[in-house]
């Protein structure tokens, strides 16, 4: 089997880019997993998240990198350029919030866990204490995980395990460790939104000063 990387990214509200991230696995090819993701990012954005969306907020690109035996080191990749632009009419959120897709396999520890860091909806779909409606969040999990499960008749989505090559720490060798990974079953998001502070970490700053 052939463990891939998948990410979506696009342009933020502050001049940041955003990007998140998925793992997979199976016996299809790079093109054929590539075009299945695709299907899933479209499909997911322009059906349900996009009308969630401030029109500040879109995707531009998928990438899939097709990964060695070890998931550290690309042996291939494809990339293709999309058109996703929310469509709604709320107040936009600071870059650094965001909306988080937990991706859940059947080890019940947190090494079972995932995430997924989108773009936060508009400010129409929070409640007045800054949470994320009920409604909404089980409107995207609901759609995320039907179109986790089309695309996992290509490729199987994972939580990765990363191994790692032969080494040497502290001058003692260390054999070469296979990656691992559980297969996702279950989708989850929260109404409490989450944050990626390294989303802005590289945009300017613009300071306002007063004399004291």
């Known amino acids: 089997m052939t463990i891939y990387r998948h990410r ?6 502050a001049g940041d880019t955003w990007t998140t991230t998925l793992h997979s696995q199976g016996a299809a090819s790079l093109a054929t997993v590539h075009a299945a993701f695709q299907t899933l990012v479209t499909g997911f954005i322009g059906t349900t998240l996009g009308a969630m969306w401030p029109n500040e907020t879109s995707a531009t690109q998928v990438i899939t990198d097709q990964l060695d035996a070890n998931g550290l080191h690309n042996v291939g990749q494809l990339s293709s350029t999309i058109t996703a632009v929310g469509t709604g009419t709320g107040g936009t959120l600071s870059p650094r919030t965001c909306l988080v897709i937990g991706l859940r396999t059947a080890v019940p520890t947190k090494a079972g866990r995932g995430r997924m860091f989108w773009p936060a909806p508009d400010v129409t779909h929070l409640t007045g204490a800054g949470q994320l ?64 502070r390294r989303r802005t970490n590289r945009v300017t700053n613009a300071y306002a000063g007063a004399s004291v």
Do not use: W
């Not at 979506?8 to 509200?13: A, C, L, R, Y």
């Open 8 to 13: 979506v990214t696009g342009p933020g509200s």
């Open 133 to 196: 409606q009920s409604a909404d969040a089980t409107t995207l999990s609901n759609a995320f995980a039907a179109r986790l499960t089309t695309f996992k008749a290509t490729s199987q989505p994972v939580v990765l395990h990363r191994g790692h090559d032969a080494r040497t720490v502290g001058g003692i060798p260390e054999p070469l460790v296979p990656s691992t990974f559980d297969n996702i079953t279950t989708v989850t998001i929260g109404i409490i939104l989450g944050t990626q």
